[in-house]
Structures are given as structure tokens and as C-alpha cells.
């Protein structure tokens, strides 16, 4: 509860504005309690006497302008609270959204989409049904209900402990139906959370399920996914409703019982007090109690329902910074070195006893078969991964003892998936520094050879662009550009970001011959100052490679320039003369 309540006290204004007008709002909803018992109790109305019309006037008037001044009251706390509510979901929203681009890459990998979508929608439940229940409803009772019970305790001795019994009684029932509406509550959240997981990932499949003929199988998973949820829910709603029969009953014997109990402990009271504070307790106390069980359930079902997110919150991060991590130094091509480094995936080894160095502004090339672990050395640097065993150092610093914000800016990223949006040209390039004028996007775009209109050359503006512009839509992963201008982009982000040291992940893979050697001659040009690795498979393009690794199975086969590779005969010799045969 706690824990739950803190994402809300840390928003803005939580102790000064929030609190000061909702202690306001909540003593005028509290004012309506103190004049209905400590007006009857001072204006002592004996109905036997004949003069009591006029004092019975005043008190009523006195009573109708306090019912109205609560109710006035009530959509203004209704409101504060909203707004509240609100921006503690933003909060609570925001955290997970962090934790989410917190967490190593294989988690997220591994974890369905769905799953972190539900978690996300099931935040603004929690937030819906935990703010209004706890602040709307079971603080202002708990308040009344102290003043009641002090007050009719102190003036009719018994009356107080006769409300106390009913507090307690709607509470304990309340609180023990609570449970179990918590545990279906939580149990609904994981189905659902399984359910949208499954439903994305079938979604996803449009283009296999037609490749293969499989629609009808895919619509029949996704048929079956949703009855199975279905299923479950209703059972959960059955169990709830098999509960809030014995609570209506229960409800129904205390609105029996109150009159009785209320007039037989008002000791000392007369006929009027005794109407009074029956009519008080049995039409609005009793009222407020009913609701109070129910913000018990709610309250109950919010907190059980945070704790899947608390879990999610709480995962341990074995790639996030450590306490003490310093900032990398920025603004120099940074040495690069992997010391026997290990890393295993599952019961897999992906890495086995890594070591090597790049020194600074040198480029290393890595190459190996599919699966060997090239791309791998690159997430590892990232702290994508954490590895197994070993140590990286950027700088003769381990990248663990700096913090990832700081590392990761040193680097520009080229990937085979050119990893673009669908946003404008503009704007994808844009993201690689955001903020960043249309001046400095396009030299960008010119550094990278994308030819945009309004780019200029030494010749004047660049020709042959067709109706590639900064406005131009990329599309969805940039369905709306050839796979070239694709890799341009994202050359050109990466150029915009200007980072010291270039990760080029088999950036020319896929595209045609002409297309990828135009790349290439880009790529060799940039990187000519920068600490660069690049994964290929195209082994001829790291003739120009200070040294380059060749994997297999983890290891390190072979270790060299392109030319003493060449001379070896080993591996890399093999491949290289297998691929000029092949084309």
C-alpha cells in the first residue's frame, strides 16, 4: 500500500497543493457529521415541550445548508482527485517504461510484446480503482468515524462504541471478501497479460501465415487464446458475485439492527437526538460503510494487482549501472578491449574465452559463420548483455564501472535492420540528435551520399533526387525506401549523432552488388579518424581493416590483417576464395 501510494506523493505539488485543498475538501465533507450529531446534541430539542417549533427550524436549515455545502463539495474533490489520479498513473507509467528500456536485451526478446502492453493498461486500472477507493472514500470514513465515535462516546456514552461495532464489523467482512476479489483480480491480470502476449505475436505472422497457408490455423490459435481468457474471466466474475450476495445481506441486518442498537445506547439523550443520529447512521453512515467495503475491495485489488507490476519493477538488472558508476570521459576515439570474455546464453556458449583489442582510431573487422557470435561482441559492448565471465574496457575503464547513458553515447550504430520509424525523413534522421536544425540534418544526409532536395553540393543543389525530401514518409521500418536510401538514413543518423567509434553490424547485407560497394566506399570514408568494428560477410571490404578476428563456435580461429589472413590459407583464405568462386 504504501509502496503504491508513494508513486502518487511523488508528484508535483503532492504536500503543498494536493494535500491543502484535499484536507479543505475533506472537512467539508466532514462538517456535515459534526453538525448533524453536535447540533442535536446542543440545541437538546425536547419534542414534549411546546415551544420548540422555532429551534426546530433553525436546525433543520442549519442541517440542509450543511448537506448542501457537502454535496457542493464532493465533484471539487471528485475532480482534485482525477487530476491526481492521473498524473500518479503518468508516474507509475513512466517508471515501467523505464525499467522496460532498463532491462537486457534478452528479456526483452524473450518476453511477448503483450505481455508488456497489458502490464502498461493495467496500470491505469490500478491507478482508477486504488486512487478514488483510498483517498476518495476510506480516508474521509476513517476521519468521520474517529469523530463520531469520540464525540457520541463523550456525550452518549455508548453510542460511540455501538458505531465503533459497525465500523469493525463492515471492515473485517469487508477485508476478508477483499482477499479473494484480490487473488481472481491478480490471477485475471497474468491470464491477460498471457492472453495479449500470445495475440500480438499471432498478429504479427500476417505475412508467414499467408506464406504457408496457415490463416485458419492462426485464427483458430487466436479463437482459442481468447476463450481460454474468457473462460477464466467468468469464473473470476461468478466468484465475485457468489461473494457480494452474503454482503448484501449482511448490509440489509445491520440497516435492521442500527435504529435499535443507536436508541438503546443514546443514554441520556432525548426522543429528537435519538431521531436525529438514527436518521444520520441508518441514511448516510451506514451508506458510507457499504461503499467503504467496497473502496476495501478496491483498494485490496489495486495493491494485489501492483504487486505483478512491483515484481516487473523490481527485476534485477544485470546491465544497469552500479552504484559509484562515473561518467566516460566524451570527445575522444576510445580504445576498445574484450579480456577473455565468456558469455553463455541458457546452456548455450555463445562466446568462449573472447579477447582482443582495438586500439584508438583503428578499425577491426569480425567475421565467421552465422551464429558464431559476431553480433553478439557488439551487444556485449553496448551492455545489451551482460557477459558471462571476463571483462570489457573502453578507455581502460570497465564499461561497468561507467554508466550506460555515458558509454553508449560514444558510439554511432549501423545495423542490417536499418531500425527506421514511420516518421518523415526529417525525423528519422533527426533522432540520432534530437533537436537538431535542418542545416545540420541535411550535411548529414550529404556526409551519408543520401541525395535530398534542398542539399547542396559544390556544384549547387544536388540533382537526381525525385521526390526525396526531409518531408518525405519512410513508412512502417521504411517500407517507402529502396533498401539503399534505407541504409543511407540510418548512415546519416548515425553521422548526425557523430560519435567517436562506428559499430557497423553487416550494414550491406541484403542490398545489390553496385548498391553495397557505394556503401562500403561511405563507410570507409567516415570511419577513416574513428575507432570502427564492423561485422560483415562480404570479406573483401576490410582490406582496409587495421586487424580483423575470424570466429567459429565462439572462439577466435584466426587473428590478422586482411593480408596476412590471406597468406595464412586458413579459414578466412577458404571463405574469401569460396565466395569470389561464387560469384
Given at each position: 500500500?504504501?509502496?503504491?501510494n508513494g ?8 504536500y503543498?497543493?494536493?494535500?491543502g485543498?484535499?484536507?479543505f475538501?475533506v472537512a467539508?465533507h466532514?462538517q456535515f457529521?459534526i453538525?448533524?450529531?453536535v447540533?442535536?446534541?446542543?440545541a437538546?430539542i425536547d ?5 420548540i417549533q422555532q429551534k426546530?427550524?433553525?436546525l433543520?436549515?442549519?442541517i440542509?445548508?450543511s448537506?448542501l455545502?457537502?454535496?457542493i463539495?464532493?465533484?471539487?474533490r471528485e ?8 498524473k500518479g498513473?503518468?508516474?507509475i507509467g ?5 525499467k ?8 526483452i526478446?524473450?518476453?511477448?510484446t503483450?505481455e ?9 486500472k490500478i491507478?482508477?480503482?486504488?486512487h478514488?477507493?483510498?483517498?476518495g472514500?476510506a480516508?474521509?470514513?476513517c476521519?468521520?468515524?474517529l469523530?463520531?465515535f469520540?464525540f457520541l462516546s463523550a456525550?452518549?456514552?455508548?453510542a460511540?462504541m455501538?458505531l465503533l461495532?459497525f465500523?469493525v ?5 469487508g477485508y476478508i ?5 484480490s487473488?481472481r483480480?491478480q ?7 498471457q ?12 505475412e508467414?501465415?499467408?506464406?504457408f ?8 490459435l487466436?479463437r482459442d ?5 474468457n473462460?477464466?474471466r ?7 458475485l457468489s ?5 448484501l445481506m ?5 440497516h435492521v439492527l442500527a435504529?435499535?442498537l ?5 443514554e ?17 453512515y451506514?451508506t458510507e460503510l457499504?461503499?467503504?467495503?467496497t473502496a476495501?475491495?478496491q483498494i485490496r ?8 507490476v ?6 534485477p538488472n544485470a546491465?544497469?549501472d ?6 566516460l570521459?566524451?570527445g575522444?576515439s ?12 541458457g546452456e548455450r556458449?555463445?562466446l568462449d574465452d573472447?579477447?582482443?583489442?582495438v ?7 569480425v567475421?565467421?559463420?552465422?551464429g558464431?557470435?559476431?553480433s553478439?561482441?557488439i551487444k556485449?559492448l553496448?551492455r545489451?548483455y551482460a557477459p ?6 573502453v578507455?581502460?575503464q570497465?564499461?561497468?564501472s ?5 558509454l553508449?553515447?560514444?558510439?554511432s ?6 531500425q527506421?520509424?514511420?516518421?518523415t ?5 533527426g ?8 542545416d ?13 532536395k534542398g542539399?547542396?553540393d559544390?556544384?549547387g543543389?544536388?540533382d537526381n533526387?525525385?521526390d526525396?525530401n526531409?518531408?518525405?514518409?519512410c513508412g512502417?521500418k521504411?517500407a ?6 534505407q541504409?543511407?538514413v540510418?548512415l546519416?543518423?548515425?553521422?548526425l ?5 562506428y559499430?557497423l553490424d ?7 552488388g553496385v548498391v553495397a560497394?557505394?556503401?562500403q566506399d561511405?563507410?570507409?570514408?567516415i570511419t ?5 568494428i564492423?561485422?560483415t560477410?562480404?570479406?573483401?571490404d576490410?582490406k ?5 578476428i575470424y570466429?567459429?563456435q ?10 596476412e589472413l590471406?597468406?595464412?590459407k586458413?579459414e ?6 569460396a ?5
Amino acid at each position: 500500500l504504501l509502496y503504491l501510494n508513494g508513486f502518487f506523493t511523488q508528484v508535483d505539488g503532492y504536500y503543498t497543493a494536493f494535500m491543502g485543498r484535499y484536507v479543505f475538501l475533506v472537512a467539508a465533507h466532514l462538517q456535515f457529521a459534526i453538525t448533524v450529531s453536535v447540533g442535536t446534541y446542543v440545541a437538546n430539542i425536547d419534542l414534549d415541550d411546546g415551544l420548540i417549533q422555532q429551534k426546530i427550524y433553525v436546525l433543520v436549515g442549519v442541517i440542509a445548508g450543511s448537506y448542501l455545502l457537502m454535496q457542493i463539495a464532493k465533484p471539487f474533490r471528485e475532480a482534485l482527485l482525477m487530476w491526481y489520479r492521473v498524473k500518479g498513473g503518468e508516474t507509475i507509467g513512466t517508471a515501467m517504461i523505464a525499467k522496460i528500456f532498463n532491462l537486457p536485451l534478452g528479456e526483452i526478446t524473450t518476453t511477448p510484446t503483450g505481455e508488456f502492453t497489458q502490464l502498461l493498461v493495467q496500470n491505469g486500472k490500478i491507478t482508477e480503482t486504488f486512487h478514488p477507493a483510498f483517498y476518495g472514500i476510506a480516508i474521509p470514513l476513517c476521519v468521520e468515524t474517529l469523530f463520531l465515535f469520540i464525540f457520541l462516546s463523550a456525550a452518549y456514552k455508548y453510542a460511540g462504541m455501538v458505531l465503533l461495532l459497525f465500523f469493525v464489523t463492515f471492515s473485517t467482512v469487508g477485508y476478508i471478501t477483499a482477499l479473494r476479489m484480490s487473488d481472481r483480480s491478480q490471477n485475471e491480470l497474468r491470464n491477460g497479460m498471457q492472453m495479449f502476449g500470445k495475440l500480438v505475436g499471432y498478429m504479427a505472422s500476417y505475412e508467414r501465415a499467408h506464406y504457408f497457408g496457415n490463416v485458419d490455423h492462426t485464427i483458430g490459435l487466436v479463437r482459442d487464446a481468447i476463450t481460454e481468457y474468457n473462460v477464466n474471466r467468468y469464473n473470476d466474475k461468478v466468484g465475485e458475485l457468489s461473494e457480494e450476495f452474503p454482503m448484501l445481506m449482511f448490509g440489509v441486518v445491520c440497516h435492521v439492527l442500527a435504529p435499535v442498537l443507536i436508541a438503546l445506547s443514546m443514554e441520556g439523550s432525548t426522543l429528537f437526538q435519538r431521531l436525529a443520529m438514527i436518521g444520520y447512521v441508518v441514511g448516510v453512515y451506514l451508506t458510507e460503510l457499504q461503499q467503504f467495503t467496497t473502496a476495501l475491495a478496491q483498494i485490496r485489488t489495486g495493491v494485489s494487482d501492483f504487486t505483478v507490476v512491483r515484481e516487473f519493477l523490481e527485476r534485477p538488472n544485470a546491465v544497469g549501472d552500479r552504484p559509484g558508476a562515473v561518467e566516460l570521459a566524451p570527445g575522444i576515439s576510445p580504445a576498445i578491449e574484450f579480456k577473455n570474455v565468456v558469455f553463455s546464453y541458457g546452456e548455450r556458449v555463445i562466446l568462449d574465452d573472447v579477447s582482443f583489442k582495438v586500439d584508438a582510431g583503428s578499425r577491426l573487422g569480425v567475421v565467421g559463420s552465422s551464429g558464431c557470435g559476431k553480433s553478439t561482441i557488439i551487444k556485449l559492448l553496448l551492455r545489451f548483455y551482460a557477459p558471462t565471465s571476463g571483462t570489457i574496457t573502453v578507455n581502460g575503464q570497465d564499461i561497468y564501472s561507467v554508466t550506460a547513458d555515458s558509454l553508449r553515447s560514444l558510439f554511432s550504430v549501423v545495423t542490417q535492420d536499418s531500425q527506421l520509424f514511420n516518421g518523415t525523413i526529417r525525423e528519422n534522421i533527426g533522432y540520432g540528435k534530437l533537436g537538431s536544425s535542418d542545416d545540420d540534418i541535411l550535411h548529414a544526409a550529404k556526409l551519408a551520399e543520401l541525395a535530398l532536395k534542398g542539399a547542396t553540393d559544390e556544384g549547387g543543389e544536388t540533382d537526381n533526387c525525385g521526390d526525396m525530401n526531409l518531408d518525405k514518409p519512410c513508412g512502417e521500418k521504411g517500407a517507402h525506401l529502396s533498401g539503399g536510401q534505407q541504409q543511407r538514413v540510418a548512415l546519416a543518423r548515425a553521422m548526425l549523432k557523430n560519435g567517436m567509434c562506428y559499430l557497423l553490424d553487416e550494414p550491406t547485407t541484403g542490398l545489390d552488388g553496385v548498391v553495397a560497394r557505394q556503401l562500403q566506399d561511405t563507410f570507409d570514408e567516415i570511419t577513416q579518424a574513428s575507432s570502427t568494428i564492423m561485422i560483415t560477410h562480404h570479406l573483401e571490404d576490410l582490406k582496409n581493416a587495421d586487424q580483423i578476428i575470424y570466429l567459429d563456435q565462439g572462439k577466435i580461429l584466426e587473428h590478422g590483417t586482411f593480408d596476412e589472413l590471406v597468406g595464412a590459407k586458413g579459414e578466412f583464405y577458404s571463405q574469401l576464395e569460396a565466395r569470389k568462386r561464387a560469384s
